[in-house]
């Protein structure tokens, strides 16, 4: 076998289809024998050979946010070996998509002993985690049954397909729940309550569009052009791994600038390590205060760019403020003091808050204002705080200031963009149910959801729902319970059978989730699937991969469309036609290809893609340069915001301050300012839970897939990082077990005693699969950072804080 995978020489077109007469070619060094000659010498090897081996492209498809090809070597219809992208170079543009340690590893994952086989249906509470194996034939009667019973009582508004990411990577297999096939054959049958929002970009997302009109940053490739790299609470060493991806792009980048970085975290991050880059430790959930400070600075050393800030921006002073605000509502009277709070935003008023100290600042502001082009940007930690609308909005008023924006080698403030193969994905028919809620307040409208409203709760689409949940379709999605807020509260209202009927889960493994399905179903994953996928961020190269199943389903394990074919069958006949429109899976995939060709003729053949298995493209522009038209001419091409310009000040946020329903500790404000929070640094539970937590997004998996591979477990231990000062306090150790609990529940970790984290806050690996006695003391010892966090949303995009929150720490 090892000569297949040293032979550099050979064409991939070999390497794919080297059967066992391939495999022989190989092993006679491409001596040419006549046919015959060659089939029966393949016989004699056969004869003393194990099974041949043969490779198959494949990918990993988890929600990382890279993507990366692998090369699967099969044997005896089983993956005993796993190599990544061999095509390509070391240059970037056409680089390798090397894949990291997770899906390298992915061997482990198909062959692993735990893995669903059967269809399943609940036996104990929801939550114990006992199932009975049952037939395909009674899974899908049940799940028929109890959908039709829901929609008849309650109609298609209580019927919810949660959020999901297992597979944001498929495209016939996508999980994303707005646009997988559970969302398609919902669309065939009515409808279903949807949501607005991601679990990963809630606050930003939802943000940002107040200032831009969009969410877009320049590609990190860009970098290039800079001359200092400034990073809010972003780590792409570790977020975006894939060597497709952009650490890549950053580290090939600033080698040809030579530009400065600094890191902006409570964390010394993999990607600050061994940079020999600036680490700025900052309190979580104060990066907007610190702002402020900068911004302090350059207003008083006169480092502002009057000019971008006059022609491309509203509400920076006096000038451009507009009329509806109120006088002296503009963001520079804020900074200075004569604002409504009168406070100046002096080094020293931030530096209480973020806990830098005043010099630190002030030299970042001439820094900042001095080094042009910055690529200013931030990572989505920020905005995963209670406050973290405001902090994205905050951020993004650095290059606005220094007007960096719109220009090569600068940045809006925003995380970086990628080039992309847009890919024709499977159509979805209208969604006749036009009611969503935020993705985070699912639990909410289990319990509640007919008192939700638009104002309060941030309904969409209606005033307020009319029904609860009653039916939940899970499909590649751990949020349920482990990647969801507060899995203990989420437990008890998920016990109680009255509230949401069904819970239909289709997964792999037995996870945290799938232990609260009514039925389980056992997937295929997508490697066992044909399939094909785009990048997600990949710099400036673009790249399309075929996969191919890489051994034939195993036990009664079903491929997503085969399940939902059969749930529309079951549904009515005319449901199945909608939802199938009589193709198989293979159909669609030539249909939606033979699509995407018809737009992008550069594209190769659907056949040429097969041989190829990953196909790559340069982005053609060069780099990515958010907004460059609008800053090229900003009347021809206006921002897609109400005046068209860059709105430092938001009427449409002064309207929605004014007339939704907030509690004390919520801001919505019209101005980026800095505002404290529920569960913060200042807040008063602060007293008896006197440390910050947050989960940070680790290595050892994505999210909670791969949670369960022991060599990743091994490589990259579940530690809850402390300093040596607050770990002094306590008596805790390096390698000590910890009891990490707040007044939501309590979880066992070893501590981590390192001064890689500032004092006063501690945080871990997020995703780590949660493991309690639900009936008895409900400590989780899997350490699942969500044993901790809250239900409750952040005020204006009714995201997930999951980043937010007050535990305290003692040694077992
Ligand atoms: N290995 C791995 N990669 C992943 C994932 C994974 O689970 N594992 N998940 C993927 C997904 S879906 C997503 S959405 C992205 C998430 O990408 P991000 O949201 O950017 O990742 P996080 O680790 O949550 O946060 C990034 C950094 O922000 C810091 N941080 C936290 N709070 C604050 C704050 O208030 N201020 C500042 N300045 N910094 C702060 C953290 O220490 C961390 O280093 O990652 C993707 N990549
Ligand atoms: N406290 C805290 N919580 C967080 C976060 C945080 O930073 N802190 N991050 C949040 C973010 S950004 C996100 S995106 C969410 C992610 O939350 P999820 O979307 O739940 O992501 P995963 O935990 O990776 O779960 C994916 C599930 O899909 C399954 N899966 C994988 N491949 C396949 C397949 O081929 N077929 C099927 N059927 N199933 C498959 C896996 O087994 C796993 O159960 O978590 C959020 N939760
Ligand atoms: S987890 Fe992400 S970076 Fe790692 S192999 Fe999979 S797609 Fe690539
Ligand atoms: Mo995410």
């Not at 399940?563 to 249909?591: C, H, N």
């Not at 990743?712 to 770990?727: G, K, S, T």
């Not at 871990?764 to 493991?771: D, S, Y």
Request: glycine letters at 8%; proline letters at 6%.
């Amino acid at each position: 076998m090892s000569d297949v995978e040293h032979h550099g020489g050979i064409s991939r077109r070999a390497l794919v289809k080297s059967t066992a007469i391939g495999s022989l070619a190989l092993a006679a060094g491409g001596l040419s024998l006549p046919f015959g000659l060659k089939s029966a010498a393949a016989a004699v090897q056969q004869a003393v050979q194990p099974a041949a081996d043969k490779v198959v492209w494949g990918a990993c498809s988890v929600n990382c946010g890279s993507r990366c090809a692998l090369r699967l070597h099969v044997k005896d219809d089983e993956v005993y070996w796993v190599e990544t992208d061999n095509t390509g170079e070391d240059i970037y543009g056409n680089h390798q998509v090397r894949a990291c340690l997770r899906g390298r590893s992915i061997r482990r994952r198909i062959n692993h002993p735990d893995r669903l086989n059967y269809p399943m249906k609940r036996v104990g509470k929801r939550g114990e985690g006992k199932f009975e194996r049952i037939s395909w034939d009674e899974a899908l009667d049940t799940i028929t049954k109890s959908l039709k019973g829901v929609v008849e009582k309650y109609g298609n508004e209580a019927v919810y397909i949660n959020y999901s990411s297992g597979i944001v990577g498929g495209n016939i297999t996508r999980s994303s729940p707005y646009a997988s096939l559970v969302a398609r054959l919902m669309n065939c049958y009515g409808g279903f309550l949807s949501h607005y929002g991601t679990y990963s970009t809630a606050q930003i997302a939802c943000a940002m569009p107040y200032t831009y009109g969009t969410n877009d940053g320049n590609s990190t490739s860009d970098i290039e052009n800079s001359k200092l790299v400034v990073m809010f609470g972003n780590n792409p060493a570790e977020t975006r791994m894939s060597g497709g991806g952009i650490t890549y792009f950053l580290e090939q980048a600033r080698e040809r600038s030579n530009a400065r970085m600094i890191v902006i975290d409570p964390r010394y991050t993999d990607t600050a390590a061994g940079r020999e880059d600036e680490w700025i430790p900052i309190r979580p959930g104060t990066d907007a205060a610190l702002v402020a400070g900068i911004a302090w600075v350059l207003i008083d050393e006169n480092l502002v760019d009057q000019p971008f800030l006059d022609k491309y921006c509203v509400g920076y002073d006096e000038k451009t403020l507009p009329a509806d605000a109120p006088a002296n509502g503009h963001y520079k009277a804020y900074i200075l003091g004569q604002g409504e709070d009168g406070t100046a935003k002096t080094p020293e008023w931030a530096s209480r808050i973020t806990g830098i100290p005043a010099d630190r600042i002030i030299k970042l502001a001439r820094e900042i204002g001095s080094a042009k082009p910055a690529y200013i940007c931030q990572g989505w930690g920020p905005q995963r705080q209670a406050n973290g609308e405001l902090t994205s909005r905050a951020i993004a008023m650095l290059p606005i200031l220094t007007g960096n924006v719109g220009i090569n080698g600068g940045n809006s403030g925003a995380r970086e963009s990628t080039y992309t193969i847009t890919i024709e994905r499977m159509p979805l028919p209208d969604n006749p149910v036009k009611t969503q809620i935020s993705c985070f307040s699912w639990t909410d409208a289990i319990v509640r959801g007919p008192e939700m409203t638009a104002t309060r709760d941030g309904v969409r689409g209606k005033d307020k729902l009319d029904v609860p949940i009653k039916f939940i379709w899970n499909y590649a999605g751990n949020t349920i319970t482990n990647q969801h807020s507060d899995i203990n509260k989420t437990h008890d209202i998920l016990q109680d059978e009255t509230l949401c009927e069904t819970i239909v889960v289709i997964d792999n493994f037995m996870t945290s989730s799938a232990k609260y399905a009514d039925i389980l179903l056992p997937d295929l994953m997508t490697v066992e699937q044909e399939d094909i996928i785009p990048n997600d961020y990949a710099g400036n190269m673009g790249y399309l991969i075929f996969l191919q199943p890489v051994t034939a389903p195993k036990f009664e394990r079903k491929p997503i469309y085969w399940i939902m074919s059969e749930v529309a069958k079951r549904l009515a006949p005319d449901v199945y036609q909608q939802f199938t429109e009589g193709r198989t899976q293979e159909e669609w995939l030539k249909l939606l290809y033979a699509k995407m060709l018809e737009k992008d003729p550069k594209l190769p053949s659907y056949e040429a893609l097969k041989e190829m298995g990953i196909y790559k493209r340069k982005d053609p522009n060069g780099h990515f340069v958010a907004y460059k038209k609008f800053r090229d001419d900003p009347e021809a091409n206006p921002l897609k915001t109400p005046s068209g310009k860059i709105e430092i000040y938001s009427s449409q946020l002064a309207k929605i301050a004014n007339s939704w329903e907030l509690e004390k500790d919520e801001t919505i404000s019209p101005l980026p300012v800095y505002a404290s929070t529920f569960d913060g640094w200042d807040a008063p539970e602060r007293s008896q839970f006197p440390l910050q937590m947050f989960g940070f997004h680790f290595k050892a998996r994505t999210h909670s897939s791969y949670g369960n591979i022991d060599i990743l477990q091994a490589a990259c231990r579940q530690e809850v990082w402390l300093n040596p000062v607050d770990a002094g306090q306590r008596g805790i150790k390096n390698g000590d077990l910890v009891r990490v609990f707040n007044a939501r529940g309590e979880l066992r970790i070893p501590a981590k005693v390192t001064p890689r984290i500032m004092p006063g806050v501690s945080a871990m690996g997020q995703g780590a699969w949660h493991e309690a006695n639900m009936t008895g003391d409900r400590v989780d010892h899997g350490s699942c950072i969500n044993t901790l966090t809250t239900h409750r949303p952040s005020p204006l995009a009714k995201g997930n804080p999951q980043h937010t929150n007050l535990v305290q720490i003692e040694k077992v």
